[in-house]
Structure formats: C-alpha cells, structure tokens
C-alpha cells in the first residue's frame, strides 16, 4: 500500500536539511516537531524527522492586507494558491529503494545518510512497514518501549544493546521516569539481557505502589516472583506482611573507604579542610583510618594533629560527623563480609536484586550504601572479567550487570564523577560488563563528561535550557531534538535517543499496567516456601 502523501520537496541542503511544501489538503495541525517521516527520492528512501514548520505566502501583498474574519471557505481557496505551509526535515537514515527484505538482509538495515534526493521527491507519513523497518519488531532482545505519538504501533529498544553502555532516564518531576523504568527493568528481566541490580532509594520498584493516578502498580518481585530478590537495610522491613524481603543487608565499618566520606562531603557538610584531613588519615593507617579516628580519644587526637601539623579543630569535627554516620543501625564494627558477596553470587544464578532503604531513605544513607555495594561488586565483576579472559570459556563469561540509581547527579557531578565508582563505570564504558541506568530529574548537574558516555538516553520534558543541554551532550543535531524534548506532553511522553535506536524518536511511553503485566508473563506470586529454597540455594 502507498504511503500517504503529505508534500514534496522543494529545497534543501545536506547539513541544513531539506524543505518540503505540504500538500493543499495538509494541514500544519496534523503534524509534530520530532514526527517520523519518509521522502521518497528516485533512488532511495530516506527516514527523517520534522525539525520545524512554517507559513508561507506567495503574494506579499495578501499578508500586509491578510482578509478579515477570512471564513473556512476563503481560507481553503487561498490555501495552495497564494498562501501555503512547509516543514523542515532532517533525514537520519537512508537505504535504497526496492525490496525492503533483500536490502535488509544484504545491509543490515538502513544506513547513515550520505546524500539527499532530488526535487519533488515525496514526502510522506511513515507507515507501519517503515516504523518495523527503522526499529526492529518485537521478539528476541527487542522490547516495545511505547508507541509513536500518534499511531498505535510498538517502537521496540534493542535491549541487547541498551545494557551495552550506561543509560540515562531523565525528565521533570512526574514526567513518567520511574514507571519508564520499571518498565524497562521487565524488559531486562523478561528478555535476559542483564541482571540487575536496582537502589531503590524510595521503596517503589519491590512491591506494589500507588501511582499518581491513584492506581496500584505492581513491584517487579510481583511481578516476576523468586527471580527478584529483595534485600533491605531496614531491620523492620523484614517483618511487613506480603512484603517479605528476602534478606536484610549490613555494612561494615571497615567497609568504608575513604572515597565514600568524600562522597558525602556536601551531606555531611565537609569543609576542605576536613577532606584533606581525610587523604592524611588515609596516608597514615591505610585501610584502617576510619577504625583508628574513631578509637582515638582527646589525648590521642591531639597528639596525632601535632605531630601530623593538621588542624585540631577540624579534625575533631570530622570525628564527630563520622561518628554520626557509624550511629546508624545498619552500619556494624565489622560487617558478615560474605553480605555482598552473596549478592554477587545471586546475581551469576541469573537472579535480579532490588535493594530497598525503608527508613533508612536520606540521601546521606542512600549514597553511602550505593557507593560502598557498587565499589565491592565492580571488584568482584573486574576479576570475573579477568578470569573469563584467560580462560575464554563460555561458562566463565559474567551476565551483564545493569545498576539503577535514582538522584544520578548526587553521585555524578562533575566533582564525585571523579573520585566515585559510579564515575568510573560511566567512564569506562562496558569494560567490565557492568553498566548504570541513570535517573534524575536535573541532567545539568551530571558530569558531561559522563553525560557524552551514556549510550542511549531517554528524556521526557524538560524546561531549562540547562538540563536540555546536558541530555543532548555530544549529540549532533542538537537544535531540533531539543524542540522535540520541549514539545513532549509533562507526562507519559518521551523522546529516545542513542545506541539502542536506530535514530532518535518520540514515543508514547508503554503503559505499566494490567496488559503490560500480562504481555511480560506476569507469573503469580509463587509461595513464600520457594523463596526460602532459593536461598538456601543461594546461600547454603
Ligand atoms: N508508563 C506509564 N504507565 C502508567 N502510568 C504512568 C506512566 N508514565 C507516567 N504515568 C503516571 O504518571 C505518574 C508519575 O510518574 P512517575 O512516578 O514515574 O514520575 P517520575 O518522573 O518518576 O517523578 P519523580 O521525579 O517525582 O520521581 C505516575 O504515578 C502515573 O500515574
Ligand atoms: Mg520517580
């Protein structure tokens, strides 16, 4: 079936793009910043995107006298005579004309653009054929993530190669980012991709929660049974009814490097002063420079500042502030080392894990956890990696490990991108088979250099200029993507762009629901007597 045709080409220029006139019976009103379609030139195809629209006139003298109360009559008889619409698009991918299978086969579908078509192409709507073309069908690794703004069809996400590099979901508050996720966390889960590792710093990715529109969602352990854990570092969580977890987590004192107390030097609201302190302690006790500030009494203290020349005062001041820290329930003298360990070991069995805070959700006790389980397990996973290259037998190769965070900037700005772990992890991309899936609400405070790392990112609105910026980091293109984030609806809508797509698009987000439950083989809850087997499969 033809294409349905919305215009031809009439200008163009392969940096600017092309110009195309719409059709008479065309009007702007029907078509969208950022909408998916194809021109159709002598030789090629070409997939594009609507980067603007304009009004045009073709007697001067019509706008400087432009008709009064004009009625829809007059309109449409000037409409294609003296007055008349065009869009502005940028074609993203090419591929020659013909038979689409034989060409997808020989090239592995469309190609970058290379060349524009000549005048009078057409320019038409994109059909269902070209959206499977461009964007894969479902099945396999391809995961429908949405529909397209204005038709009812499944966008598919490559997940294979979403999980490749790190990620980022960013948007406003309530634009949809964490049900975007869980979203695409089932898709993780359902299509093997990855395990995944997820912070769940408010307590919404377990177990079922309200949304806004006063619905209950489902949590992925629900929703996929026995394949998710679910750790706590919240004693009472242990306890709730329907809402077991699976084991409750603890960290060591002698689990806390140096590296993490300079995370927090905001939260704690460290001076410079009390960070060079921290770099002293570290050059003098090594390992054990949290255990030996804290035995350290007034005498000691003092003595140790003389004779170190470092300033007393502040000194004291970082005493009591880590002090504060180790007040804290979860944190023990020397935790069970096998805590994390165990994590990892669920993690090789294909097993999904959701840490949860409960009550333990400031900030301070979020990024300190995060960072400490994330430093332990990149270590772990970087001598897996190792192992897997010396032997390069199949059975050593470790699962990709996908880690959420929620509030990235917190742990990504350009001062603790540098110092963290989860700074490195977006630096170095898939080296270590372990990857970040980024969520926040202010990308500008993301280091931008790792903002240029993220593989595929997926926006919904967003109004400062700033944070705009920051998703299109290292994109080209830049000055109609951003049009098509700021045109997005504040909620459920979101622009994709990157590694996982072909080439950018905006999508109605998949509604995490009833059918969503259902199409990912929403499993019922299996009996709590399985989970307990499961664990002592795991954990002997
Ligand atoms: N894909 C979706 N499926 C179902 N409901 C959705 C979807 N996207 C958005 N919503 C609705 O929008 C509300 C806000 O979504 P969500 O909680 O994901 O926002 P958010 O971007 O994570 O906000 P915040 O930054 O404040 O955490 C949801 O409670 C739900 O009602
Ligand atoms: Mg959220």
Known sequence: MP?????????????????????????????????????????????????????????????????????????????????????????????????????????????????????????????????????????GKNFAIGTPLTMDLPVCLALDRFVERSTGIFGQSGTGKSMLARVLLSGIIRTGAA??????????????????????????????????????????????????????????????????????????????????????????????????????????????????????GSMEALQRKLREILRRDYVMERAPTDAINAMVAALDQGKHIVLQ???????LDYMLVANIVTRHIRNQYRKKVEKYEETKDAGDRPRPLVITIEEAHKFLNPAAARQTT??????????????????????SGIDSEVMSQLGTRVSGKLTEESDIEAVLTGVSGRGFLRSAIESLNTRGEVLLLGHAVPMPIQVRSR??????????????????????????????
Request: hydrophobic share 40%.
């Open 422 to 443: 989860f700074g490195s992890i977006a630096r170095e991309l898939r080296k270590f088979m372990v990857t970040l899936m980024v969520i926040d609400q202010r990308p």
């Open 3 to 139: 294409r349905h045709r919305l215009g031809v080409i009439t200008d163009g220029a392969f940096n600017a793009g092309l110009t195309a006139r719409l059709d008479p019976g065309c009007s702007t009103e029907g078509l969208r910043i950022g909408d998916f379609v194809v021109v159709e030139g002598a030789e090629n195809m070409y997939f594009s995107m609507i980067s603007d629209l304009q009004l045009r006139a073709s007697d001067p003298n019509l706008l400087a006298d432009p008709p009064r109360d004009a009625s829809p009559f007059i309109r449409r008889a000037l409409t294609g005579t003296s007055t008349y619409a065009t869009v502005q698009i940028k074609p993203m991918l090419m591929m020659p004309k013909g038979d689409e299978l034989t060409f997808l086969d020989e090239l592995g579908g469309p190609q970058p653009v290379r060349t524009i078509p000549m005048h009078f192409a057409t320019l038409c709507e994109a059909d269902e054929a070209d959206f499977g073309t461009v964007f894969g069908h479902e099945g």
């Open 357 to 363: 805070f409960g009550r333990h959700n400031q900030l």
């Open 195 to 312: 395990v995944n590792l997820i912070f769940d710093m408010h307590n919404e990715y377990a177990f079922d929660v309200q949304s806004e529109e006063g619905t209950w969602v489902q949590g992925l352990r629900q929703l996929f049974g026995s394949r998710v854990l679910v750790y706590s570092l919240d004693r009472e969580a242990a306890s709730r009814t329907g809402r077991n977890v699976d084991a409750i987590l603890r960290i060591g004192q002698n689990q806390i490097e140096t590296e993490d107390v300079l995370l927090l030097a905001e939260e704690l609201d460290l001076s410079s002063t009390a960070r060079a302190n921290v770099g002293l302690l570290e050059d003098t006790f090594g390992a054990e420079w949290l255990h030996q500030l804290l035995s350290m009494g007034p005498v000691d203290l003092e003595a140790f500042c003389r004779e170190r020349n470092a300033h007393q």
């Open 511 to 540: 509604r995490y629901d009833e059918t969503f439950y259902q199409a990912v083989g929403g499993q019922p809850e299996p009996a709590r007597r399985d989970y307990q087997q499961d664990l002592k499969d795991l954990f002997g």
